[in-house]
């Protein structure tokens, strides 16, 4: 099979262990992020299968559609950039493990990273270092302070720990049979919305992006916030209301915000509001990027694209194109 890679921006994927999986295969792996449509249509106009970095690129009907050829998407997770409906109407299967139970710790450690440095302000520590200066201004204790997890999936659940072995107080909240395993678990539910944005010290955001959810964080949520709270985002930016945290931490609450994610990815502008402000600490999206979350993470990935040259798709997201799945020649 010809397979394509593409946003493996560290050309990475050939470096790891899983990688000798394609062995047999012609693989091709771009390594730049590109939206033009002529551009990939270029690019993967020979490709059986395509391996995507998470949401890097979206593949919708527009391109789908040029590609006669594709027959397989191999990807892990959640999948809102790819038209499944399309893919389906195509003959094109899309493989995408859902790794139930197994959280990603990387993105744990990260989210307690961001959290930590925020409160200690480390990068603008280390900035008054590099312009000749010593200490500027004074951090916080997270010790004896209140830690709010918004949405208690696999990695909610594990930063509550995190927080725990730091002696902090635990507060959830979530959809009611999310509050139950927490309750299960020995933690804490909110007893209302505006309490938890009320009395968290630190509030992190752990859902996943569906119609549901976006903008389920209001600047109403927001502003109830104490002028000394810190807001992490390492899930998604639109689980915020477009502009509300850029807003809020200009009017002071929260007063801090530590973020891997946002609304336009890649974001490479430096004058952007919310990367540029002092009282932000941010990373590009990197909460999965670990030589050993990539290896776990895409050997599951090749497992999906030697099983479906092999006959036998896994981790099928649209069964219903089982029926009418493209041949070798794209007919």
């Keep these: ?35 033009d449509l002529d551009v990939l249509a270029r690019r993967l106009a020979d490709a059986d299968a395509v391996v995507l970095i998470r949401e890097r690129t979206a593949l919708r009907a527009p391109l789908l559609e040029r590609l006669p050829r594709l027959r397989l ?28 139970g197994t959280p990603s710790y990387a993105a744990a450690e990260l989210t307690w990273a961001l959290l930590l440095s925020a409160a200690r302000q480390l990068p603008q520590q280390m900035a008054s270092l590099q312009r000749g200066n010593w200490q500027t201004g004074v951090g916080s204790t997270l010790r004896g302070k209140t830690l709010g997890i918004y949405g208690y999936g696999r990695i909610g659940a594990t930063v509550a720990g995190y927080g725990e072995a730091f002696g902090m107080k635990v507060l959830v909240w979530a959809r009611p049979d999310s509050l139950q395993r927490a309750l299960a678990d020995g933690r804490q539910p909110a007893p209302d919305r505006d309490t938890f944005f009320r009395e968290c010290d630190a509030i992190s955001l752990h859902m996943r992006l569906v119609p549901a959810t976006r903008g389920i964080v209001r600047r109403e949520d ?5 002028p000394g709270a810190i807001l992490v985002n390492t899930s998604r930016a639109g689980l915020i209301e477009p502009g509300a945290l850029v807003q809020a931490l200009q009017a002071g609450r929260p007063g801090m915000a530590a973020v891997d994610v946002y609304e336009t990815e890649p974001l490479t502008d430096p004058a952007d509001p919310l990367i540029s402000m002092p009282n932000v600490v941010c990373t590009p999206h990197i909460g999965y990027v670990t030589r050993e979350e990539y290896d776990l993470q895409f050997s599951d990935v090749f497992d999906q ?14 069964p219903d194109v089982l029926g009418h799945m493209r041949s070798i020649a794209g007919s």
Excluded: E
């Excluded at 927001?222 to 104490?226: D, E, F, H, S, V």
């Excluded at 694209?305 to 649209?318: C, L």
């Design 73 to 100: 998407i191999s990807q892990r997770s959640v999948y809102p950039h790819i038209d499944i409906d399309a893919c389906t109407r195509l003959g094109i299967v899309v493989s995408s493990d859902q790794h139930p």
């Design 1 to 35: 099979m010809n397979i394509a890679v593409l946003d493996d921006y560290f050309d990475t994927l050939r470096t790891l262990p899983c990688f000798r999986k394609l062995d047999g295969h012609k693989v091709t792996v771009w390594n730049d992020h590109v939206d």
């Design 222 to 226: 927001l502003a109830l916030m104490k």
């Design 305 to 318: 694209i030697t099983a479906f040259a092999d006959g036998h798709p896994i981790n099928v997201v649209n």
